[in-house]
């Protein structure tokens, strides 16, 4: 299993467009995630699930 690819993994799952029709976001309201939310949408074509966890950090933490 020697298999020579041209490209690098950058995903512990990488599904094919038409494969999946919901996904899970880890949302923390920051730019990174928000362009990420738009991207999967647009390229996937799936329903994004946002979700946001109040761990008790400090406002100033966030």
Do not use: C, F, P, R
């Not at 949302?27 to 991207?39: A, E, H, N, Q």
């Not at 996937?44 to 109040?54: D, E, R, S």
Request: charged share 25%; aromatic share 8%.
């Amino acid at each position: 299993m020697n298999k020579k690819t041209s490209y690098i993994k950058v995903a512990s799952y990488e599904a094919q467009k038409g494969e999946i029709k919901k996904v899970l976001l880890l949302y923390s309201g920051g730019l990174d995630t928000s362009v990420m939310l738009k991207w999967i949408q647009d390229q996937y074509k799936v329903q994004v699930i946002a979700l946001t966890l109040n761990l008790g950090q400090q406002h100033d933490d966030l």
